[in-house]
């Protein structure tokens, strides 16, 4: 079943099987190791013409693999020892963990050395490879050296180290290669071979890329920090999780075909013998299974298995030709590539490297630029002025001194700057190193938006407006993809309303932020959010453990920084459709719901801020409109006695107010002076409000009484009618 003339049926089947095998997240499951297929399936079933594309690809890949018996040649290639061409390509380490500096210089060059013996078949444990295998065992000519210029063309290491304050990623969102969701981007894929190294939720020790599998910022490979040389991942810290997904990213497959047992998937490779499933654990001598049921057994060796580390030996020789071929069809980029080249160091060069703070919305008028800066030129850097512009006009300096050799960095608070309201360009830029001149000024200079206005104490919002986001609101989209956006004709009320996109939102899993204006809720007794919502889902609301767009209404006390959920709805308690709809949802005058959350806890408490919070999962569009905040001032009489009939005196209608709510209120009744009863409300148990209203219009002038029955007392309060 492994000969790949047979592709077309098995190329369908093992799409077929990625395709049944993945949800819409990829699943937790503590045996898998790589979630490479899971990945890809995940995809495909978001992007069907995605699976279509690369379908093809792959079936016109392993037709021009078919009876190939040379590995290809670069015309002026390197030869190897073995008559194979070298092809070098340059790697780049990102080092994403709350701590990098737990992963070692030591552990990246030991796991670089792992991975370029495995791939040249000189490790030494090859030796334990049977003799039955060895006339298969294989030696690539694929390389790998550590990066010595960055795309800009500065000096690097090679090893770029980025904290987060994710406590892990996961394979279902790619957020480990994105600065945006906590990671960081990657360096360009044509000219480096990516490898991230985190921390991976659901037991995960990999995933990796296929060539052309969608997205060109996402390829490369990820690895959980803890399967490195010396990790603490029992059976699996030999450094070889990096081979097998390297592997992937060069086109190989898992060597038992990802069928499940059933004998008919395939890896594409012809000298690999067939296997029912991943291996676990660490065999010795031959070891059959019910795809290979005699003879040499199967290839538990292989660093395509999931074998324990000290057990995986090999690629075999057409394993190490379907790479090479694969890279040079998909990344021949990669063998051209001078990422490894020495740059060209200036003598002095500061870099500005980020603009830490301000965040992009503040909420007093002063703030302190928080920045980082590193030195790219051969002398040692002692001081720098650093240059903060507002709206290119006015310029707050700050001078550094400290001592800041080639290639390292340094976080700097700068001096305090003062802005008005509105929406402001800050501009950092760095200068005069050690008091000379800055021979790159390329990397010299950031920007970036600030916004700044007074807290409000109202609100009245329906998106009518020519701008938007509103004025004092902002948006918050971490992925820098779909996010909320006005949109007109669709509305509860007048021709606009706010909606986000949920129904082509592939990127499952991200949280963009509507922010209302910063609120001040001072000298009031009661504030309430009110907000119309319309919302459906494309998967019936009866299905059981889905994943469903969700919408928050969050508060923040500290301008952003964190934040606490107040109300939150997602599935059957959001929808104001009656079904799921299968196409993009726009709402009728009718799938509408007005909804409210009680902000009286918050009142008097300082600056607050308010935020909607839309998760998507991939549903269906989810729509606002006619945004309040509604206050209301007690009256201080009503207050300080919790019964208040007014006016008084009267000669219409009279108003019985409680506060709080009444508890236990049986009844509201009116007598006259003779003690005869006039009117009455009767209060079914539970049901009491704050506010009654009688007409005494109709009765003679003189003096009545109200009464408030309770289940344990009797108020009473006098009135005149005039």
């Not at 660093?303 to 069809?329: G, I, K, P, V």
């Not at 997602?570 to 299968?582: C, I, M, P």
């Not at 148990?685 to 209203?693: D, E, I, K, L, T």
Request: charged residues 15%; hydrophobic residues 35%; aromatic residues 10%.
């Amino acid at each position: 079943m492994k000969n790949i003339n047979s592709v077309l049926f098995l190329l369908f089947f093992s799409i077929h099987f990625s395709i049944v095998y993945a949800q819409k997240n990829l699943p937790s499951q503590k045996q898998e190791q790589c979630a490479t297929m899971q990945r890809l399936a995940a995809k495909f079933e978001r992007n069907p013409a995605l699976k279509i594309r690369f379908t093809q690809q792959l079936e016109t890949f392993n037709r021009m693999m078919i009876n190939k018996s040379a590995r290809p040649i670069m015309p002026d290639g390197v030869l190897n020892a073995n008559g194979n061409t070298i092809y070098t390509i340059p790697v780049v380490f990102h080092i994403v963990l709350t701590d990098p500096t737990v992963v070692t210089d030591a552990q990246i060059l030991s796991q670089l050395d792992i991975l370029n013996k495995t791939y040249s078949g000189t490790g030494a444990d090859s030796v334990r490879l049977p003799d039955y295998f060895k006339s298969i065992f294989g030696k690539s000519g694929i390389r790998f050296c550590l990066a010595q210029r960055t795309p800009d063309g500065e000096a690097t290491t090679g090893i770029n180290r980025m904290a987060t304050a994710k406590s892990s990623f996961s394979a279902s969102d790619d957020g480990v290669k994105h600065t945006a969701m906590g990671g960081v981007n990657l360096w360009n894929a044509d000219k480096y071979f990516n490898i991230w190294i985190c921390v991976l939720g659901d037991d995960l020790l990999g995933y990796s890329t296929f060539p052309n599998d969608g997205q060109p910022d996402e390829q490369g490979v990820v690895i959980d920090y803890r399967s490195m040389p010396g990790g603490s991942s029992t059976y699996f810290n030999g450094g070889k999780t990096l081979t097998h997904e390297t592997g992937h990213y060069f086109n190989l497959f898992h060597i038992w075909g990802d069928d499940d047992g059933a004998c008919t998937g395939s890896d594409y490779v012809d000298d690999t013998p067939n296997q029912g499933n991943s291996t676990s654990g660490c065999y010795t001598g031959i070891k059959t299974d019910n795809c290979t049921t005699s003879g040499n057994g199967i290839l538990y060796q292989d660093y395509m298995d999931y074998s324990n580390d000290q057990c995986m030996l090999l690629f075999t020789s057409l394993q190490d030709a379907r790479m090479e071929t694969a890279l040079l069809t998909y990344r021949a980029s990669l063998t051209v590539s001078d990422g490894c080249t020495p740059a060209l160091v200036k003598t002095l060069d500061a870099k500005l490297i980020s603009i830490e703070s301000p965040a992009q919305r503040i909420c007093t008028s002063n703030f302190t630029p928080f920045v980082t800066i590193g030195n790219r030129g051969s002398k040692t850097l002692t001081s720098l002025v650093i240059s903060a512009v507002i709206d290119n006009v006015d310029t707050v300096n700050y001078t550094w001194n400290g001592t800041l050799p080639l290639l390292a960095i340094t976080n700097v608070t700068l001096n305090p700057v003062t802005i008005g309201q509105g929406d402001h360009h800050l501009k950092i830029f760095v200068s005069s190193p050690d008091s000379g001149t800055d021979e790159n000024n390329s990397n010299d200079t950031l920007t970036t938006n600030v916004q700044y206005y007074d807290a409000v104490s109202a609100l009245n919002e329906g998106f009518e407006g020519n701008t938007f986001p509103p004025r004092g609101w902002d948006i918050v989209n971490p992925d820098e993809s779909i996010t909320w956006q006005k949109v007109n004709g669709i509305a509860k009320t007048g021709n606009a309303s706010v909606m986000i996109n949920n129904f082509d939102y592939t990127n499952t899993g991200q949280n963009d932020y509507l922010r209302l204006p910063s609120l001040d809720l001072v000298n009031i007794d009661s504030a309430y959010l009110s907000f119309q919502v319309a919302a459906a889902t494309f998967t019936a609301t009866s299905t059981t453990n889905n994943n469903w767009d969700t919408l928050e209404v969050l508060i923040s006390k500290d301008c952003g920084t964190t934040y606490t959920s107040l109300y939150q709805k997602w599935g059957a308690k959001l929808v104001t459709s009656a079904t799921e709809r299968t196409r993009s949802f726009e709402p009728a005058s009718t799938e509408w719901r007005k909804d409210s959350v009680n902000l009286t806890p918050y009142i008097n408490g300082g600056t607050i801020m308010l935020a909607f919070r839309n998760t998507t999962e991939f549903e269906n569009n989810i729509y606002l409109d006619d945004i309040n905040i509604k206050t209301q001032i007690i009256n201080p009489n009503l207050k300080a006695t919790g019964f208040l009939v007014t006016p008084n005196p009267a000669s219409g209608n009279i108003t019985v107010q409680f506060y709080p709510n009444p508890v236990n209120l049986k009844g509201i009744q009116l007598y006259n002076m003779l003690g005869q009863k006039l009117a009455e409300t009767i209060i079914l148990s539970g049901q009491g409000a704050a506010v009654y209203n009688f007409d005494i219009s109709r009765y003679a002038a003189g003096t009545y009484v109200v009464r408030a029955i309770f289940s344990d007392k009797v108020l009473m309060r006098k009135i005149i009618r005039n």
